[in-house]
T-cell receptor, first 112, second 113 residues
Framework: DAGITQSPRHKVTETGTPVTLRCHQT?????MYWYRQDPGHGLRLIHY???????DKGEVSDGYSVSRSKTEDFLLTLESATSSQTSVYFC???????????FGPGTRLTVT | AQSVSQHNHHVILSEAASLELGCNYS??????LFWYVQYPGQHLQLLLK??????LVKGIKGFEAEFIKSKFSFNLRKPSVQWSDTAEYFC???????????FGTGTQLKVEL
């Protein structure tokens, strides 16, 4: 599992509230990613990071921000949650030696 | 931008039947290709990958995939499926820059006893 944990694993929140999801890795990987998974859409990239304080937008970044102040943690923030952000969120890392992405266990977020 | 198409959204097979799931991508340059599997309630796991060389790649659990450059395809196959193969399967492509993956919409496979 490449030492990836996500917290919380489940969250229910109300529309308009801010929400922060955390991804933690223990193996010092440089690249980290946030995806959302929705039926009929597969996984879509929200934001990614290529180093501490280095981040970039993905395909569906509107309404989301990220921060990476240390190698092991990559935070995803929903600034003002909306019902359209109800989804399962997966964090991933890249093992550059194998050129493979490994995924965390996911966070199921429900916005009511 | 690249895109990935998986035309079979739901597939139902009986145990021991053969499986082929289609994957097509739209990108004219060098690609790295992946198939991931997601068992119910779990995260994605890598089945196999193609970077270069032999276009027929073998992965875990008896799966294989063939890269056909002229058809922009990377179809997943298994000669004989098992009930435990019931899962969702995702094709993904990486075209460089940031090691980002673009995923297809997934194929839900149900294997019946």
């Amino acid at each position: 599992d490449a030492g990836i944990t996500q917290s919380p694993r489940h969250k229910v929140t109300e529309t308009g509230t801010p929400v922060t999801l955390r991804c933690h890795q223990t193996e010092n990987h440089r690249y980290m990613y946030w995806y959302r998974q929705d039926p009929g859409h597969g996984l879509r990239l929200i934001h990614y990071s290529y180093g501490v304080k280095d981040t970039d937008k993905g395909e569906v970044s509107d309404g989301y921000s990220v921060s990476r102040s240390k190698t092991e943690d990559f935070l995803l923030t929903l600034e003002s949650a909306t019902s359209s952000q109800t989804s399962v969120y997966f964090c991933a890392i890249v093992d550059l030696a194998q050129r493979e992405q490994y995924f965390g266990p996911g966070t199921r977020l429900t916005v009511t | 931008a690249q895109s990935v198409s998986q035309h079979n959204h739901h597939v139902i097979l009986s145990e021991a039947a053969s499986l082929e799931l289609g994957c097509n991508y739209s990108y004219g340059g060098t690609v790295n290709l992946f198939w991931y599997v997601q068992y119910p309630g779990q995260h994605l796991q890598l089945l196999l990958k193609y970077f270069s060389g032999d276009p027929l790649v073998k992965g875990i659990k008896g799966f294989e995939a063939e890269f056909i450059k002229s058809k922009f395809s990377f179809n997943l196959r298994k000669p004989s499926v098992q009930w435990s193969d019931t899962a969702e399967y995702f094709c993904a492509v990486n075209t460089g820059g940031g090691n980002k993956l673009t995923f297809g919409t997934g194929t839900q496979l149900k294997v019946e006893l």
